[in-house]
C-alpha cells in the first residue's frame, strides 16, 4: 500500500508518516521546502508546494497512492486572526488544488482522501456543555475556522458531484511531542524548560487560562486519521470528529506541567496573548468514529504532557 501526505514536515506529518511506516505502508510526502525530513529507503519526499494543479496530477500520476493524507495548512487560530487571506488562501485554495488534481488524476477512481478540519468549525454552538457531534451546525468564530468550514463543504461536493472519495475529520485540540510554539502546550512547556536553566526570579507569562478544550495525543490521532481511510465501511462525502471527550481547563494543563518541573514559577496573564474571540469550552463527541473503527484513545493526557517536557528538555539541551 502507498500513501501521500502532504506537509510531511509538518509536526503531524511527522507522526503519521512514522506510523503508517511502522504499519508497513510506503510513505510519500509533499513539503513545500525540504528542512526535516529527507527520502530514504522506504520513503520519498517532494517539494511541491500545492500551487500548481498541473504538478500535483503529475504526482499523483507518478506515485499512484492509494491514501492521501492532506495535512498541509495552516493551523493555528491566533495566527489566523493576523493573516487572514494567508489563512484562507492555505487552507482553502491548496484544499481545491488537491481535490481538482485528483479528480483530474488517472487514480479518482480508487484512491482515498482525508481532508483535514477542525472544532473550530462548529464554533459559537448553542449549548456548550453538551458534547459536539457532527450534525451540530457550523458557526464559526474566527478566520481560521471558516477556513476549515470551507474544506469540509468542498470535501462533501466533490463526493457529491464527482465521486471522489474523499472523507473529513473534525480534529479537537492535539498536541505532543514534536509541536511548534504557538499552541498552548509548547508554549508553557517551552517556558518552563526555560526556566529550569535560569536562577532567581522565575516568571511565566500565559493567555486565557480559563477556556476548556479537549486534547487528544498526537499518536492517537495518526491512527485514527489511518483507520478512516483504510476502514472498508467508511462513509465518504462524510465527516468525522477525531476527539477524546474529555473537557480540560488550559489552568490545570499549566499546573500539571508547573508540578511535573517542581519550581517556583509566577503566572503572568500576557493580554498579547488573548484573542479577539476565544470559545470557552468545546467538548467533543467522537461516537461516529468509534462506531466505525473502534478507535479510542490510549494516551493519558499526563503521559502527553510529561513525554512533551521531555522532548523539550532534550532539544534544548541538544540546542545548547
Ligand atoms: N497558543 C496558546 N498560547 N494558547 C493559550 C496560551 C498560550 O500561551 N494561554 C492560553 N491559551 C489558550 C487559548 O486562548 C485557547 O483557548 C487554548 O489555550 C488553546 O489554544 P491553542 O493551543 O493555540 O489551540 P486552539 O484551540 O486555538 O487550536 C488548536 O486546536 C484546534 C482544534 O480545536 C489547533 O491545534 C488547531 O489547529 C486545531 O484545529
Wanted: proline share 2%.
Amino acid at each position: 500500500m502507498r500513501a501521500l501526505i502532504t506537509g510531511i514536515n509538518g509536526f503531524v506529518g511527522d507522526h503519521l508518516a512514522n506510523y503508517l511506516q511502522s504499519c508497513g505502508i510506503e510513505v510519500f510526502g509533499t513539503t513545500s521546502q525540504i528542512d526535516s525530513r529527507k527520502s530514504t529507503s522506504n520513503s520519498e519526499i517532494f517539494v511541491n508546494d500545492l500551487t500548481n494543479e498541473i504538478s500535483i496530477i503529475q504526482l499523483l500520476n507518478e506515485v499512484r497512492p492509494e491514501h492521501i493524507y492532506h495535512l498541509a495548512g495552516q493551523s493555528n487560530v491566533k495566527e489566523s486572526w493576523e493573516s487572514k487571506q494567508g489563512t484562507l488562501n492555505t487552507n482553502v485554495n491548496l484544499t481545491l488544488n488537491l481535490l481538482e488534481a485528483a479528480r483530474k488524476s488517472e487514480i479518482s477512481d480508487i484512491v482515498r482522501i482525508l481532508t483535514i478540519g477542525s472544532s473550530e468549525e462548529y464554533g459559537r454552538v448553542a449549548d456548550m456543555t453538551v458534547s459536539i457531534d457532527e450534525n451540530v451546525s457550523l458557526q464559526p468564530t474566527n478566520p481560521y475556522g471558516i477556513s476549515k468550514a470551507a474544506v469540509s463543504y468542498f470535501a462533501k461536493q466533490f463526493f457529491d458531484a464527482y465521486g471522489l472519495k474523499v472523507i473529513h475529520a473534525r480534529t479537537f485540540n492535539h498536541i505532543g511531542p514534536g509541536q511548534r510554539l504557538g499552541f498552548v502546550v509548547t508554549d508553557f512547556a517551552s517556558q518552563i524548560v526555560e526556566l529550569e536553566k535560569v536562577k532567581g526570579e522565575k516568571i511565566i507569562k500565559v493567555g486565557n487560562l480559563e477556556a476548556q478544550r479537549d486534547f487528544t495525543d498526537v499518536r492517537d490521532i495518526v491512527r485514527a486519521y489511518y483507520l478512516l481511510l483504510s476502514t472498508a465501511s467508511t462513509s465518504f462525502g462524510d465527516v468525522y470528529n477525531v476527539c477524546s471527550g474529555v473537557p480540560v481547563t488550559i489552568r490545570s494543563i499549566l499546573d500539571k506541567l508547573l508540578s511535573l518541573s517542581e519550581q517556583s514559577i509566577e503566572v503572568i496573564i500576557d493580554t498579547n496573548k488573548l484573542r479577539p474571540i476565544d470559545i470557552p469550552l468545546y467538548i467533543g463527541n467522537n461516537q461516529k468514529i468509534k462506531q466505525l473503527t473502534n478507535w479510542s484513545p490510549e494516551y493519558t493526557l499526563d503521559a502527553t504532557l510529561f513525554d512533551v517536557l521531555d522532548y523539550m528538555r532534550a532539544k534544548n539541551k541538544v540546542v545548547q
